[in-house]
């Protein structure tokens, strides 16, 4: 028996209303049963190529077809839209607003309250309100702890369904979203959708208040309290407040001294993944930023990003008592102590104090005795790297 599907087209601009049948060698009338009244002009079968069907009868709500069909199922109307848009892309509803296009009415509706900022579904438990109702019954599980949904192999629990997909393939190993300009290779589209961004340079999120742009919505939105100053999540255990959960989540780490990634070279622990990585760097020597301006390589993103400053000669931090400026900002901190005679710094041996952690440094030297700076011309060694000037 082989499998083909039968489509029947409402001629207008309405939504379509389609059947699906598989197709045998016996002869058979049925009946396709249609809530829209519009007047249909034509049926057709999709197989290996399109063939007009003869038409037995037309009534407003109700077809008659005769053809070498077997019915599948009897399926209501609406599932058989639902399901024909999720296989065939199409998006018959379309947002007068921004042009999006969805492929059902209920989709197009919720899109809808981001225009007019309606959120009819409001938590009970806190003031928290929400425009899907699904994102309500997500949301309730923060209050509650429920988290329904658990992996079979490392019975880790999750609170959504979506969650638990992405976890699975961390066992997998499975990546299916391949960077097409480079090897990389994502977990999820949209941490692919991010990673191009690295390669055009977009950044399509511009914040309101002034001309900064970012690649993420997620990184918009915490610039943004920079400007409000809001910091919704509060640490339960300090005063402290953070911008964005994560950063919560990290500062909490500091209380308990959970430090869940471990190197799997030298078992040392870290409380953050990112930071983890970059220790990663050491072992494999690994350095993937490189500049564009010379042929040096960093381990480290924000290496990059202060050598670069060596070439542009660009210095973005100044003192708000004077007039000097600096390309990074732990040297206008460090600055900043000469005003005011701070020095936060102390040698754990003598108990000098310094205003910043490199003079420190250079001091604990002086104890041990070490000289890192060696000059080429000689076998002089010295302790501080401006001694071989």
Known sequence: MSESIQKCEIAANVAQCISFYNISNENKDIEVKHSNETVISEVKVKHESEVNVEIINIQPDEIKLKEEIEIYEEPKCG?????????????????SQCGKAY???????????????????QCSECNKAFSVDNDLIVHLRTH??????????????????????????????????????CEKAFLLKTNLVRHHRTHTGENPYQCSQCDKAYSEYNALKRH?????????YQCSQCDKAFTCNS???????????????QCTHCKKAFSEKGSLIKHHRAHTGKKPYLCSYCDKAFSLKTNLVRHHRTHTGEN?????????????????????RTYVGEKPYQCSQCH???SNNNALKAHLRLHTGEKPYQISQCDKAFSVNNALI
């Not at 492929?103 to 579904?121: D, N, V």
């Not at 943004?224 to 919704?232: C, N, R, V, W």
């Open 144 to 181: 509650t702890g429920e988290k329904p949904y658990q992996c079979s192999q490392c019975h880790k629990a999750f609170s959504q369904n979506s969650n638990l997909i992405k976890h699975l393939m961390t066992h997998t190993g499975e990546k299916p979203f391949q960077c097409s300009q």
């Open 352 to 354: 000098m104090d310094f």
């Open 103 to 121: 492929s059902g009415y209920s989709a197009l509706i919720r899109h809808l309250m981001k225009h007019t900022g309606e959120k009819p579904y």
């Open 316 to 336: 973005p931090y100044q003192g708000s008592q004077c007039d000097k400026a600096f390309s990074l900002k732990t040297n206008l901190l460090s600055h900043q």
């Open 224 to 232: 943004l309290m920079t400007h409000t100053g809001e910091k919704p």
């Open 79 to 95: 599932d058989l839209i639902k399901y024909m848009r999720t296989n065939t892309g199409v998006k018959s509803y379309q947002c």
């Open 247 to 261: 950063n919560l989540i990290v500062h909490l780490r500091t209380h308990t001294g959970e430090k869940p990634f």
